[in-house]
């Protein structure tokens, strides 16, 4: 009780914030590239001018501490372009990191699903049995054969006699078919 009290009056020991997250701490990081390019590209165009003008200046003193600066700005530039280039390698290796976090968790979800379909497929292995399955696509064959018997039966012709030749019927029809033609050629004909 005293404890909480206590604790009201003077505050208690307040939860400190979550770390950043390496997306976060990548998108800092590429910020302060930024700005360190902005730099360079200040001390490049610095380094133009002075070159500029050394070449304006006769040799001597003045030249001197125009060569002078520019040495100055030129460890500068140096100095951010190290700074860059181990800033490229931390982002590099949070994005390296970001990326395997982010494939264990695709892993851990698959893995999940996986689970859960494999516990699916048992339940419902379960309730099928292969001997009943084989005997309905058994007594599906039979009931197909039985259909094409009958079919077969119904298909057949009760006034046609089974005796008749192939050679006379295929008599029969030209000679139907030369009546049907010199039928055409009457009615084309004008009966004047």
């Known amino acids: 009780l005293l404890c909480s009290f206590m604790n009201r009056i003077f505050g ?3 939860k400190a914030p979550p770390p950043p997250s390496l997306d976060e701490a990548t998108q800092q990081a590429d910020g302060r590239i930024q700005r360190i390019n902005q730099k360079i590209s200040q001390l490049d165009s610095e380094l ?4 500029e003008q050394m070449k304006r200046v006769r040799p001597g003193p003045a030249q001197n ?3 002078q600066r520019a040495m100055r700005v ?3 530039k140096k100095m951010y372009e190290g700074q860059r280039d181990s800033l490229m390698g931390t982002i590099f290796n949070m994005e390296q990191a970001n990326f395997t976090t982010q494939s264990l968790q695709d892993t851990t ?3 999940s699903a996986m689970k859960a379909a494999n516990a699916t497929m048992k339940q419902q292995f379960k309730s099928i049995d292969i001997d009943s399955v084989e005997d309905l696509y058994d007594d599906m064959a039979e009931l197909m054969e039985e259909n094409d018997m009958i079919q077969e039966a119904m298909s057949r012709s009760f006034s046609t006699p089974e005796d008749l030749d192939e050679a006379d019927l295929e008599a029969e029809l030209d000679a139907l078919g030369d009546e049907l033609l ?3 050629d009457e009615e084309q004909i004008p009966s004047y």
Do not use: A, N, Y
Not at 48 to 51: G, K, P, V
């Open 74 to 76: 030129l460890k500068q």
């Open 109 to 111: 979800i698959m893995v």
């Open 12 to 14: 208690g020991k307040k």
């Open 48 to 51: 133009r001018t002075i070159r």
């Open 182 to 184: 010199m039928g055409e």
């Open 65 to 67: 501490s125009l060569k």
